[in-house]
């Protein structure tokens, strides 16, 4: 206990600057450290400032986690929430679309817009950096007070994707680190902007500096940051603490342009090939700005758990919940394969994984 008390919130600290560092940005207090994306999200959706008579908008597709913090958080304060139709058909979507069909909906009562990154159901990637762009036009005529924030659940782009927290554009980034980024276990992260802090309440008692500070006599700091946010409690402080190892990781294969290219390749070279079988429905885009590293589809004829089944049979499966996890364990197989062949990492040189990839196209017809 005396070694966590004198360390805890040192390598704090170095968890949130690792993250920063990745994203790109300058300021590590405004990255709060979580255990999941739905602790993340619960924290920052539970925590907002949000009044009677303004709305969250969202559209018909998240995942369960946002939606039901988003519902939570209007039954708790009175507010209201609307999904809207994102798109009319996913074989003909583009990024025009997605974000006409958001900002259309846009009202004076609308406060926050709640997007994903990547839909975890269809693979489809949203244009967070030209929603928000929009986002920024209607807030150029809005006082502080009623300024649309746009959170994003990010966990399946953030690990593949390269854009930075910048270049995203949005208010909060909410993310779990132990998926595409293969960090450890019950870890995550929420990146903020400092105004976007400013319209949120912590949620559960912080046991950063801020606890120290509170049992000394002082008082809530007036601005609120990044460990502010951060749920206190006895977490799995191992894991949160070796989280910088993932970051660095990513380094040793050449950064996130390097794994953004080589994700994306094998992807296209998967999604090709369900594309072009006539019993296969591709659901996912095959461009590459309107997807990233989930691909989901179809088998004419067969359900998601016979077709599961199928490739359980052909020992290309190892997992029963979903075809997508196989995806992700191709792309885990892939990143070991390039620590130890780091010099060889590109096209042409994982011949073991291109094969499995091919050995996952063969379904039955």
């Not at 790109?24 to 405004?30: F, G, I, L, R, Y």
């Not at 782009?157 to 998926?179: M, V």
């Not at 450890?184 to 802090?197: H, K, L, N, Q, S």
């Not at 989280?243 to 390097?258: C, I, N």
Request: net charge negative; hydrophobic share 35%; aromatic share 8%.
């Amino acid at each position: 206990m005396l070694y966590i008390v004198s360390h805890e919130q040192d390598f704090a600290h170095k968890a949130r600057a690792a993250a920063a560092e990745y994203l790109d940005m300058d300021d590590p207090e405004q990255i709060a450290l979580t255990d999941s994306t739905t602790m993340g999200l619960g924290t920052i959706y539970t925590g907002l400032n949000i009044q009677n008579g303004q709305e969250i908008l969202t559209n018909e597709h998240n995942y369960f986690a946002q939606q039901e913090a988003i519902k939570e958080a209007t039954l708790r304060t009175g507010a209201t929430f609307r999904e809207v139709h994102y798109y009319d058909n996913i074989d003909e979507v583009t990024e025009d679309e997605l974000v006409h069909n958001v900002i259309k909906e846009v009202t004076d009562r609308t406060r926050v817009v709640g997007a994903t990154w990547v839909h975890s159901n269809t693979g489809l990637k949203s244009p967070i950096g030209k929603l928000s762009r929009e986002l920024a036009k209607i807030n150029e005529h809005r006082d502080e007070e009623n300024k649309v924030l746009l959170v994003v659940d990010g966990v399946h782009g953030f690990g593949i994707e390269r854009d930075s927290f910048e270049e995203l554009g949005c208010d909060f980034l909410i993310a779990g680190c132990h998926k595409w980024l293969y960090g450890p276990r019950g870890t995550g992260i929420v990146a903020g902007t400092p105004a976007g802090w400013q319209n949120v309440r912590p949620v559960i008692p912080s046991f950063s500096e801020v606890m120290w500070r509170i049992i000394r006599g002082g008082q809530q700091p007036e601005r609120v940051t990044g460990p502010h946010m951060s749920p206190g409690g006895f977490h799995s402080l191992e894991h949160t603490w070796s989280l910088p190892s993932a970051f660095e990781f990513v380094k040793t294969l050449g950064g996130k342009d390097r794994i953004y290219q080589r994700v994306h390749e094998l992807n296209r070279l998967c999604k090709e090939g369900l594309a072009s079988m006539p019993h296969v429905k591709l659901a996912t885009p095959l461009d590459d700005n309107l997807s990233a590293g989930i691909i989901a589809f179809e088998v004419k004829g067969m359900s998601v758990h016979d077709v599961v089944q199928h490739l359980v049979n052909k020992k290309n499966h190892r997992h029963r919940s979903t075809v997508r996890q196989k995806l992700r364990a191709l792309h885990a197989r892939n990143l070991q394969h390039a620590e130890r062949n780091r010099d060889r990492f590109g096209r042409g040189e994982f011949f073991e994984i291109d094969a499995y990839i091919e050995k996952l196209l063969q379904s039955p017809r």
